[in-house]
C-alpha cells in the first residue's frame, strides 16, 4: 500500500481525448452515490462541461443493506459538445456492491470501464444479490469489460487508519475513493469536492480530515497503481458565455414562484403535502420566507389547493404542487377555482403510477389528466417545462397567465426533470417579462363577473376594498352579475366563456421552434421532459442525411396556434412519449393527422437511442 | 398589515340593514337557519369591524348558503373544504375578519378533517357550526350527529353508527373557543356570536338548529319550555353550575371523577363546581353531557389563549427580511456555485 502514501513520481500514462462520457455511480443507498454523483456533476460543472444527470433511487429511505432494491445510482453525461440527455449506454459503471453490479451491469457498453469494489464481493452480498458465485471470478467478465478490481474499503481504511474514528465511520467515507479515482480517470478538478468537503464537515474536523484524505487516496491510485493505463479528457464545451449554476427542476420551479412574487409584487401562498418527488419545492420555499413566499404544509391534498384558492380570492397568488395522486386528489378544488375563475397554479410532479406506483421513478402519463381529470367542462391551461433549468421560466409563466386570465394553470413536470440537473446560464431577472396585476377598485359599474373583453378575465378584487362586496362560489353563475342562475342558455355560454378564455390564451405563445427543416420526411413531437432525448435523436438522424425535423411543445393547452399549419409540412408525424399514447391522441385529434405514438413506460426516461431506431423505423430506413 | 384581527379602520355606524345581501333568501319556509341569519345580521353592527373587511366562507349544504345572504365579501365554496379555504385566506389576508360558515355533514363528515386541523391550528376566524343532525339539501338523509338507530331514507331500519359530539370534537382537537347556543334563542345567540368573533385564535360555536322538514325539532329537548326549564344549563364564568326550575335547583358536581346531579340544597356551597372558562379539561367533561340523565350545558365552554398559526408565520417572514432584507432574486440567481463561461 505504500504507493497510496507516495506522491504520484512521474508515472507516464496516455491522456485520450473524448467528445463524452457517460458513467454511472451505483451501490447500496448507505453508499452515498447521490452525493458521488452530485460531487462528479460539480466537478464537471467546472470543467466546462456540458452535462445532464439522472440520479435514481429507491422510494424506502433505508433500503435493507445489499438487497437488489436497496440499490442506488447516479448517472451522468458530460461532454465538450451539447448534451441533452444523462446518456443511455454507460462508458463507466462503478459498482460499489454485488447487487449494484447484478441492477446495471446491463447497461454497460462492451469495452466499458468497469470499476468494482471487492471488498463488498463477500457471500453475505453475494447471496443477498442471489449471485451462486462471485462474478468477478468469471473469466467472461473481464473478457467483455476492462475490468477493475479495486479493494475500495481496504484502502480507504489504510488511508485513514491513524485517525480517531470507528469502523463504520470510517467505512462510510469510501465514496470518496471512488469519486477521487474516477475524477483522475476524466480528468476532474478536484477543488469544488475538497471545499464543499471543508465547508459541509466545518464542525467535525475528524471526518473532513477523512473525506479529504480519501478522496486524494482515489486519486492518487488511479494515478499511480499500474492498473489503469490510459485515462481522459474532455474539453470544455462551447456554451453560450455567462455565469452559470447547476439547477435540478425542482428548485428551478420554486425560484420561478420566487421570481413571480417579486416582479408582481403579491405575495405567494403555496400549500402542499408531502409526497415524492414534488416535496423539494415545498422544502425550497419554506426557506425563503423574506419574498413573502407563505407556505402551509396542509393536513392533506385538498387542503393544500383549497387554501391555494383562498388566498387567490383573498388577492394572493396561490399555488399547490404534488405528483399524480395527490392532483387526482385536487380535482374538485382545481374545478372550484375553473368556476370562480380565481388564478391558481397546480404543479405535478409526475411519477410511474397508477396508484402509488412506483414514486421516485419517472413518466409523463398525466397529461390526460391535467386535460380532462376533472368533472364536467373545466378547461385549463396546460403548460410542460423541457429541461431541469426551463422550470425556472415555466413556473413564473404560469403565475403570469394564471393572474392575468384567472384561470388555473397545471404545470407538468416530472421526476427525471425534477431531480435531474443541467448547467444553467442565469438569468438577467430584471429581463423577465413583467407581471401586472391589478386590483379591481373602482365601484362604478363593478360587477364580480365583468369581462376583459381580450382576455376574458373577470376583475380580481381583493376582499377588504370598500363597496366592492361581492359573493362568488361553485354554483353556476350568470355572466357579468355572477348572481346563482340555473338558466339552460347562460350555462352553455358560461361553459363556452370558460373555454374560450383559456384558448386565448393562445395569444401569448411565440411562434413554435422548429429543430430542422421546416418541411420534410418527418416530424417528431414530444414534450416535457423527454426533450433531450428527442433532440439528440433527431440530431444523430439529422448528421445521418435524414429530412427530420423536431418541435417541443411547451403550451399543452391551449396548443400552438401554428401547430396545425406545422404538422401538415410533413410527411410522417412521431411523437414519443413515457406513456401509453396520450399527446398522440390529442394531436389525432386536433388535427386529424395520421401521428404515430413511440410509447415505453418503464419509469425510466426514453434513451435517445431507442427513438432514433423508431426514426428510422418510421422512415422505412436503416439506421 | 395587522396580524390577528380586524379593526384598524373605524367602521362606520352600521344598522342591520347593512348586511342584507339583494339576494332572495331561498331556505325552506320555517327553517332555523332563518333566524340564525337575523342574529347575524343584528350582530355585525356590533362587532365595530367595517363591512368590507368580513368574508363569510362555507362549504356546501343548506347552511352553506349563508354568504349569499350577507352583503359582505363571500365564497361558497366546495364540500368540507371551507376551515382550508378560509385558512388560506386568513394566510394571506391576516387583516380580514373570517366566519366560516358550516353544517353537520360539511363540517364534521366530509370536512372533518380540516375541522381538525384549523382547530389545533387555532387559526383567527369564526366558525359557525349549524347543528341539525341531519343531510337537508341531498333530502334527509343521517348526518354524522345522528343519534344511534336514526330512521331516514338511507337507513331505513336504522342508523348503525353512534354520533360525533362537535363540542367534545372541537376540545378533542384543541380548540381555543368552544360555545354553544340555540337557533331559538336569539339573544343568546348574539352574545355567543360577539364572544367568538371577539376571540383571538379559532372561535367554535355550535348552533343547534332545527330543520322543520327532515328533522323536525330534534332539538325539542331544548325548545319545549318545559324541558328547557328542567334541562338547559347556562355555563356563566365564575359561577357555579346550577339549573332546573327556581324552586327546585340542580347542581352539577363532581364526585370522584365522575360528573353527577344533585339537588342543590342538599350540597354545601363549597363543592359546587364552579363553572372556569380558562379549564379546558372541565370544558371536555361538559362537552360530553346531554340530557336525560345529564343537563345540556349551553354558552361558552372554553376560552383560552394559545399561539395563532398565521401569527407565527407572518412573525418568522417579518424576522426574516429584517434580519437580512427582503428577497432579491438576482441575489439569489448568483448565490451558492457559479462558474462563468466567456
Known sequence: MSQIATPATGVEKSRKALNRAVIRFAGDSGDGMQLTGEQFTTESAWAGNDLATLPNFPAEIRAPAGTLFGVSSFQLQFGSQRVYTPGDRLDCLVAMNPAALKVHLRDLKTGGLLIVNTQAFDKRNLDKAGYAANPLDEPALAERYRLHKVDMTGLTHEAIKDLPLNTKEKDRTKNFFALGLVSWIYTRPLEPTLAWIEKRFAKNKDIAEANTRVLKAGH?????AEIFGEHYAIEPAEMAPGLYRAMTGNRALAWGILAAAQRSKVPVVYGAYPITPASDILHELAMHKRFRVRTIQAEDEIAAVTAAIGASFGGAIGITASSGPGVALKSEGIGLAVTAELPLVVLNIQRAGPSTGMPTKTEQADLMQALYGRNS?????????????????????????????????????????????????????????????????????????LRDPATLARPWVRPGTPGLEHRIGGIEKQDVTGNISYDPENHDHMVRTRAEKVRRVAQEIPPT????????????????????????????????????ASVHLRHLNPLPPDLGHILREYRKVLVPEINSGQLVRVLRAEYLVDAVGFNRVRGLPLASEEIYEAINQLLGSKP | MTPSGAGAKEAPKYTKKDFESDQDVRWCPGCGDYAILSAIQKTMPDL?????????????????????????????????????????????????????????????????????????????????????????????????????????????????????????????????????????????????????????????????????????????????????????????????LLFGPQDDRRALIMEGVTPKVVRAKDVPESTLWVHDEKNVNAAKLLADLFAPEFPIPVGVLAAVDAPVYEDIMLEQEEKAISERGPGDIAKLLTSGDTWKIS
Open chain 1, 377 to 449: 367542462e373545466a378547461p385549463v391551461v396546460v403548460l410542460a417545462p423541457a429541461t431541469p433549468g426551463d422550470c425556472f421560466y415555466v413556473a413564473y409563466e404560469a403565475v403570469r397567465l394564471a393572474a392575468k386570465y384567472m384561470v388555473p394553470v397545471i404545470v407538468l413536470s416530472d421526476g427525471f426533470l425534477a431531480n435531474g440537473s443541467e448547467p444553467w446560464l442565469i438569468p438577467d431577472a430584471t429581463k423577465l417579462p413583467p407581471i401586472e396585476i391589478t386590483f379591481r377598485t373602482e365601484q362604478e359599474g363593478f360587477f364580480p363577473y
Open chain 2, 48 to 240: 365595530g369591524i367595517p363591512k368590507e373587511d368580513i368574508v363569510f366562507i362555507s362549504g356546501i349544504g343548506c347552511s352553506s348558503r349563508f354568504p349569499y345572504y350577507m352583503n359582505t365579501y363571500g365564497f361558497h365554496t366546495i364540500h368540507g373544504r371551507a376551515p382550508a379555504i378560509a385558512t388560506g385566506l386568513r394566510v394571506a389576508r391576516p387583516e380580514l375578519k373570517i366566519f366560516v360558515v358550516t353544517g353537520d355533514g360539511d363540517g364534521l363528515s366530509i370536512g372533518g378533517n380540516h375541522m381538525l386541523h384549523v382547530l389545533r391550528r387555532n387559526v383567527n376566524l369564526t366558525i359557525l357550526l349549524f347543528n341539525n343532525r341531519i343531510y337537508g339539501l341531498t333530502k334527509g338523509q343521517y348526518s354524522p350527529t345522528s343519534e344511534l338507530g336514526k330512521v331516514t331514507k338511507s337507513t331505513p331500519v336504522g342508523s348503525a353508527d353512534r354520533p360525533v359530539n362537535p363540542l367534545a370534537f372541537a376540545l378533542g382537537c384543541g380548540a381555543t373557543f368552544v360555545a354553544r347556543t340555540v337557533d331559538r334563542n336569539i339573544p343568546h345567540m348574539d352574545e355567543m356570536l360577539k364572544r367568538a368573533a371577539k376571540h383571538k385564535g379559532t372561535g367554535f360555536v355550535e348552533i343547534l338548529q332545527n330543520c322543520n322538514v327532515y328533522n323536525d325539532l330534534a332539538w325539542n329537548v331544548i325548545y319545549d319550555r318545559e324541558s328547557k326549564v328542567q334541562h338547559e344549563l347556562r355555563l356563566e364564568h365564575g359561577k357555579p
Open chain 1, 220 to 224: 492518487a491510485f488511479g494515478e499511480t
Open chain 1, 513 to 548: 421552434s422548429i429543430n430542422g427543416p421546416a418541411t420534410g420526411d418527418l416530424l417528431v413531437v414530444g414534450w416535457g421532459g423527454t426533450y433531450g432525448a428527442i433532440t439528440a435523436a433527431v440530431e444523430q438522424a439529422q448528421t445521418a442525411g435524414k429530412s427530420v
